[in-house]
């Protein structure tokens, strides 16, 4: 079901920039490419979407590459309160409004 | 703008019977989607509701079901609980549903253990 790849995990230092990369080579030319992250405990919290360019958020970027089979999520300046996981998902006519979670990527941040 | 409020967050419940989760979505929001978390499984699509009709449907058993009233708030029921119901039941509204390009807001959840 889920069509995008993403690192297991990875690990940042507090205050220096963390970019999260998402695979999605399947990607049709009408998809959405969404951000959630979970921190412990709570449910998802959207972050960003894009569809062609780049975007910016009071949260985040979100650098899409020119064929668009990739995608970057970049934290300008990781805090620990940053610390979740962070799902990268192909928002699709095909699923309707169903958002399908892949496993995600674990982001632990050292202060 | 309140944000999602999901009831009750915690709840133990023993096996065979049945239980009624309830999720009020924000003010406005018509779509409201129900997802269970667990930790081998991941966040899986149970289905979602759009003024009052169910409009999508995840790969769930029929002992999982849900209704959507007038004012958009959303119960999903699940009858003769398994063990491994156990989970994290999440529920997300949206304003227009089936935009690609709108956020979904999610709520606390509700922590089912069944025992």
């Not at chain 1, 020119?66 to 979740?84: F, P, Q």
């Not at chain 2, 019977?17 to 989607?33: E, F, K």
């Not at chain 2, 079901?65 to 119901?85: A, H, I, K, P, W």
Request: include cysteine; proline fraction near 4%; hydrophobic fraction near 30%.
């Amino acid at each position: 079901d889920a069509k995008t790849t993403q690192p297991n995990s990875m690990e940042s230092n507090e205050e220096e920039p963390v970019h999260l990369p998402c695979n999605h080579s399947t990607i049709s030319g009408t998809d959405y490419i969404h951000w959630y992250r979970q921190l412990p405990s709570q449910g998802p919290e959207y972050v960003i979407h894009g569809l062609t360019s780049n975007v910016n958020n009071r949260m985040a970027s979100l650098a899409i590459a020119e064929d668009r089979k990739s995608s970057t999520l970049i934290l300008h300046r990781a805090t620990l309160r940053d610390a979740a996981v962070y799902y990268c998902i192909l928002n699709t006519m095909e699923y309707g409004n169903k958002l399908v979670f892949g496993a995600g990527t674990i982001l632990r941040v050292k202060s | 703008k309140a944000g999602v409020t999901q009831t009750p967050r915690y709840l133990i419940k023993t096996r065979g019977q049945q239980v009624t989760l309830s999720c009020s979505p924000i003010s406005g929001h018509r779509s409201v989607s129900w997802y269970q978390q667990t930790p081998g499984q991941g966040l899986q699509f149970l289905f979602e509701y759009f003024s009052e009709t169910q409009r999508n449907k995840g790969n769930f058993p029929g002992r999982f079901s849900g209704r959507q009233f007038s004012n958009s708030r959303s119960e999903m029921n699940v009858s003769t609980l398994e063990l491994g119901d156990s989970a994290l039941y999440l529920c997300a509204s949206s304003d227009m549903g089936r935009r690609l390009n709108t956020e979904a807001f999610f709520g606390q959840g509700t922590r089912l253990t069944v025992v």
